[in-house]
């Protein structure tokens, strides 16, 4: 195809057209995209992709190591079984390794009972042991699959981590919903209308941006009542970081609305008799979705910081409940660390997500100006 054939292409697609192109251009966003869809479907599912139940206890395996999936022709997908000793000096519990002793392992196995969404009580796991080899290996046999090891009380850390993930991402979902109706509607009358309303809401955001964030965050979340159900304090940590997420994006709203507004559809539907509403939402606020869609993926990890931040110093969601920020409390004591290195793997799944939305977010600012050059 010559270049005047590809200039002719590209002047007759789309602006999504062109943006779509241009983001499929971006390896890092999109591998980050692929990466974001497995982490919220797996979430979504915690329960199924999850080896064990959340709140499953075997306190025999306090503080088990990580154990290593294996497979053979003879006994198939597999682990060894770990043995709990005694330390006779400093009585903490160790664990060794025994080769003669193996646990079958299967796909989609029968395991703890849940119910999904809350809806369908089922007992199926997408990985898990398979409790009906084990059984044929040795009647009386026990065993344990344990991918990242298990916590104080013999938890499963990688199925604590799925469901909390739940929580989590979706704590960044709703909040960034929040921030995007806060940010469009507050900013697009301060843009649009101009004068005094303009000037008081710049101003009040103003007042927002001049607080320090984290310290506002905890100083709202000690004042929520300890006697307070998980599900008032995920709500109100959402709110919170709404409240202080929207400036931004009004302010974005704002300048493009200021820059739009002039233009010649803007006043032709102005003389039509088109009403004020209909002219931002049908001609100004279309101009430039793009470039909100960039904002709001941008302000997804603020968010979900915000949360981790606020349930890790105890302010914000609290045992029972199971986030990312509740599982690394236990990472508060550094000889547990040192001992347990495995307790940080929540950490790690919080820098994966976060560096996740950064590239996508990247390479969505890139696509969002399909007509410059590079």
Known sequence: MTEPQKKTDLGSMTQWQLIRLRFSKHRVARFSLYVLIVIHVVAVFGEFFSPYHKASMRLDYRYCP???AKFSLRHGLYCEAVVRRVDPITLRDDYGINSDHIVPLGFLVKGDTYRLFGLFTCNRHFLGVDHGRLKQLSPDATGTFFVLGADKYGQCLLSRIINGGRISLFVGLLGVVFTFVLGVILGGISGYAGGRIDNMIQRTIEIINSFPKLP?????GAAMPRDWSVLKVYFMIT?????????GLARVVRGRILALREEDYATAARLLGASHGRIVLRHLLPGFTSHMIVALTLALPGMILGETALSFLGLGLRPPAVSWGVLLQ???NLEAVTSYPWLLMPAVMIVATVMSYNFLGDGLRDAADPYATH
């Open 66 to 68: 990580p154990q290593l």
């Open 216 to 220: 506002l965050w905890l100083a709202l």
């Open 239 to 247: 709110l919170v970081l709404s409240i202080m997420g929207w400036t």
């Open 330 to 332: 236990d990472c508060m």
